[in-house]
């Protein structure tokens, strides 16, 4: 199976392996409490306004695919819990797999185009085609938003693909739940098409997105030494904001990292499946996608000024 699908067999007896389960679950829920809130406080200020920025735009669209993208990963591991030796390629895996191979493609899309926004509109080089992209980039979106939605989908229907021609092999073989990863066709699938796939599918997002970062933290870099050349110190406010801003950047892309990372090594499958090390590789993964919306709060100032409203509101009610 693609991404963090599990290849079943062996029930969880681990007792370390079951409170990251738990943990795994808690993560889930921290997640889609705070890209719910997200995802909502933009989409009130949508239908308010009849509008969003371009960016804003790009953000709501991320926080909802990983709102849901959490809502079938709390499904997924609660039927593995319910069902431990159930046959990893059957319809209802190979169901949660579909939505998880699509939500998880479009928040990596999502992500580096929001990337690509950010640094062209914040970073300050002065090479002309910066300065063209500036004026140009915000027309692009709903491309930009069309061309995640289209490669995520056609991903999709190639991981698929692959997943049914396995279970269909399965039942024409009469095969055994457990002895899976001792069929061929599941081998030569695995390794040579499913694999492959997952790399080109994760790589390409995560290569813009870290190219995007990098353009856009040495330009903060080199504003904040002029800063400092031009001002008595860190405790002025315009190097404190480039400060706080660095420091964001630095660790959502830290984040992005252990979870691409986290991504790849539990496709690999270096890790046994089901037990300790591999629910710790999975606890990362989802770590990462429950600490990026909190960051994201707190670093952004109109999204700040929403929940210091809800907590004042709160307080008043009686």
Same mark, same amino acid.
């Given at each position: 199976?693609?991404?963090?699908?599990?290849?079943?067999?062996?029930?969880?007896?681990?007792?370390?392996?079951?409170?990251?389960?738990?943990?795994?679950?808690?993560?889930?829920?921290?997640?889609?409490?705070?890209?719910?809130?997200?995802?909502?406080?933009?989409?009130?200020?949508?239908?308010?306004?009849?509008?969003?920025?371009?960016?804003?735009?790009?953000?709501?669209?991320?926080?909802?695919?990983?709102?849901?993208?959490?809502?079938?990963?709390?499904?997924?591991?609660?039927?593995?819990?319910?069902?431990?030796?159930?046959?990893?390629?059957?319809? &209802?895996?190979?169901?949660?797999?579909?939505?998880?191979?699509? !939500?998880?493609? $479009?928040? *990596?899309?999502? =992500?580096?185009? %929001? +990337?690509?926004?950010?640094?062209?509109?914040?970073?300050?080089?002065?090479?002309?085609?910066?300065?063209?992209?500036?004026?140009?980039?915000?027309?692009?979106?709903?491309?930009?938003?069309?061309?995640?939605?289209?490669?995520?989908?056609?991903?999709?229907?190639?991981?698929?693909?692959?997943?049914?021609?396995?279970?269909?092999?399965?039942?024409?073989?009469?095969?055994?739940?457990?002895?899976?990863?001792?069929?061929?066709?599941?081998?030569?699938?695995?390794?040579?098409?499913?694999?492959?796939?997952?790399?080109?599918?994760?790589?390409?997002?995560?290569?813009?997105?870290?190219?995007?970062?990098?353009?856009?933290?040495?330009?903060?870099?080199?504003?904040?030494?002029?800063?400092?050349?031009?001002?008595?110190?860190?405790?002025?406010?315009? &190097?404190?904001?480039?400060?706080?801003?660095?420091?964001?950047? !630095?660790?959502? $892309?830290? *984040?992005?990292? =252990?979870?691409? %990372? +986290?991504?790849?090594?539990?496709?690999?499958?270096?890790?046994?499946?089901?037990?300790?090390?591999?629910?710790?590789?999975?606890?990362?993964?989802?770590?990462?996608?429950?600490?990026?919306?909190?960051?994201?709060?707190?670093?952004?100032?109109?999204?700040?000024?929403?929940?210091?409203?809800?907590?004042?509101?709160?307080?008043?009610?009686?």
């Amino acid at each position: 199976m693609n991404g963090d699908h599990m290849v079943l067999g062996s029930s969880v007896t681990d007792q370390k392996a079951i409170i990251l389960v738990i943990i795994l679950l808690l993560l889930c829920l921290v997640a889609i409490a705070g890209n719910g809130f997200i995802t909502a406080a933009l989409g009130v200020e949508w239908v308010l306004r009849g509008t969003l920025l371009p960016c804003d735009k790009l953000l709501v669209s991320l926080r909802a695919s990983r709102f849901c993208l959490q809502w079938v990963v709390m499904g997924k591991t609660i039927y593995v819990l319910l069902y431990p030796t159930a046959f990893p390629y059957n319809p &209802v895996l190979q169901f949660l797999a579909f939505q998880w191979d699509f !939500l998880n493609a $479009a928040t *990596l899309w999502f =992500s580096s185009w %929001l +990337s690509v926004f950010y640094c062209v509109k914040i970073a300050t080089f002065t090479h002309p085609v910066f300065l063209w992209l500036k004026h140009k980039l915000s027309e692009w979106v709903p491309w930009m938003f069309f061309s995640s939605v289209g490669l995520s989908s056609f991903t999709t229907i190639l991981f698929f693909i692959g997943n049914h021609s396995i279970y269909q092999n399965y039942l024409r073989n009469h095969l055994q739940p457990w002895n899976v990863t001792g069929n061929s066709i599941w081998s030569y699938c695995e390794k040579f098409y499913l694999f492959p796939l997952k790399m080109i599918t994760w790589t390409m997002p995560t290569a813009v997105f870290f190219i995007c970062m990098i353009l856009l933290i040495t330009s903060l870099g080199r504003h904040m030494e002029k800063a400092l050349l031009t001002t008595s110190g860190f405790r002025e406010p315009s &190097v404190q904001a480039h400060v706080k801003a660095l420091l964001a950047l !630095l660790s959502l $892309a830290m *984040l992005f990292i =252990s979870y691409f %990372l +986290s991504l790849v090594l539990s496709a690999a499958g270096i890790f046994p499946r089901l037990d300790f090390k591999f629910w710790v590789g999975e606890s990362v993964i989802y770590l990462c996608a429950g600490v990026h919306p909190i960051i994201l709060l707190f670093s952004n100032r109109r999204l700040r000024a929403v929940l210091e409203r809800c907590r004042s509101s709160r307080c008043r009610t009686p």
